[in-house]
């Protein structure tokens, strides 16, 4: 196991989407998609657990997002749809050792691993 590598990313209008990858490295249990901003503390907007089959999403991302699993790239994808000036951020994958959510929120506990963080910015 190593660390993990997003891939992806970009620049948007408003309206478009994007998609983001993270390379696992091996890491099989729950990947954690996080956003940071300037000047913004970090925020978890999803959380896949292949254990029990479910993702977890923050409500400012909830129907619009959706976190996947792709067993033949050993990647974990964030697609990002009806993108949003709000959604522009540094965007991190993460191993997580577990993940729930809790009062519209995605809640993390530990990371074993993190990647570098790739950005994405949305214009209006």
């Known amino acids: 196991k190593g660390q993990l590598v997003e891939s992806g990313g970009g620049s948007v209008q408003a309206g478009g989407a994007l998609r983001v990858s993270c390379a696992t490295s091996?890491?099989?249990?729950?990947i954690a998609w996080f956003r940071q901003a300037p000047g913004k503390e970090r925020q978890a907007v999803a959380c896949l657990v292949p254990s029990g089959g479910l993702t977890y999403y923050d409500d400012s991302v909830k129907g619009r997002f959706t976190s996947s699993q792709n067993n033949a790239e050993n990647t974990v994808d964030l697609q990002m749809n009806n993108l949003k000036p709000e959604d522009t951020a540094m965007y991190f994958c993460?191993?997580?050792?577990?993940?729930?959510?809790?009062?519209?929120?995605?809640?993390?506990?530990?990371?074993?691993?993190w990647g570098q963080g790739t950005q994405v910015t949305v214009s209006s």
């Open positions: 091996g890491y099989t249990y729950n």
């Open positions: 993460a191993a997580m050792r577990g993940c729930g959510y809790a009062q519209g929120k995605v809640v993390v506990g530990n990371a074993d691993a």
